[in-house]
């Protein structure tokens, strides 16, 4: 089943700018993480934020999180090409146990123009 | 460099065959996931393991089985492939304890003819 839903389904920038992708879920987390694809290739972990915290940031990356909306937010501060990619947010329902299991959303893909 | 590889990035098979796909990581990781990306429907779980011998299926599980009898391996497998099956399989792991990022493969794009 569908979690994490990110918005807009597509972006397109120019080189430079910030991008903010947004990604709303349904049921209470113990954390959620934002993910990074390449065309054709896997997935790579970007950051994790728990449920107790409400920003956290990375280089340029500057992920939010507003458990009362169920929303979290990935800012990218002075985007480059090589940003350019798919993104998904993914949330760890903690059902028990210490399976870590995620749900991921659809993605954003972003393209950062030269 | 910690490694999650998977034994094929293409492959092509034909229907009604019986098709392994196999994982490995070198992290010493608990947890091993597979799963399917389809356009439009995004990443969804097929099964995940977090023990050697132990399984749970995730949420589509039908046409698949899987098998891990060593820790560093988590095998995927199609029964008799059908052309719905065609897709991008990928593998994941992460440590069994403290939530952590997961770590996947590169992909094992699978067409059924």
């Known amino acids: 089943s569908q979690q994490g839903e990110e918005d807009p389904q597509a972006l397109s920038i120019q080189e430079g700018e910030n991008a903010t992708m947004n990604c709303s879920y349904k049921?209470?987390?113990?954390?959620l993480q934002w993910y990074r694809q390449n065309s054709g290739r896997g997935l790579v972990h970007l950051i994790l934020?728990?449920?107790?915290?409400r920003e956290k940031h990375s280089g340029r990356l500057r992920v939010t999180l507003d458990t009362s909306k169920k929303s979290s937010s990935l800012l990218i501060t002075a985007s480059r090409a090589a940003d350019t990619a798919s993104y998904f947010c993914a949330t760890d329902e903690g059902s028990g146990g210490s399976n870590y299991k995620l749900t991921f959303g659809k993605g954003t893909l972003l393209t950062v123009n030269p | 460099d910690v490694k999650v590889t998977q034994s094929s990035r293409y492959l092509v098979k034909r229907t009604g065959e019986k098709v392994f796909l196999e994982c490995v990581q070198d992290m010493d990781h608990e947890n091993m996931f597979w799963y399917r990306q389809d356009p439009g429907l995004g990443l969804r779980l097929i099964y995940f393991s977090y023990d050697v011998k132990m399984k749970e299926k995730g949420d589509i599980p039908e046409g698949y089985s899987v098998s891990r009898e060593k820790k560093e391996r988590f095998s995927l497998i199609l029964e008799s492939a059908s052309t719905n099956q065609t897709s991008m399989y990928l593998c994941?792991?992460?440590?069994?304890?403290?939530?952590?990022?997961?770590?996947f493969g590169p992909g094992t794009r699978l067409t059924v003819l």
């Open positions: 934020i728990r449920s107790n915290e």
């Open positions: 049921t209470s987390i113990n954390n």
């Open positions: 994941a792991s992460t440590r069994g304890k403290g939530a952590s990022g997961q770590f």
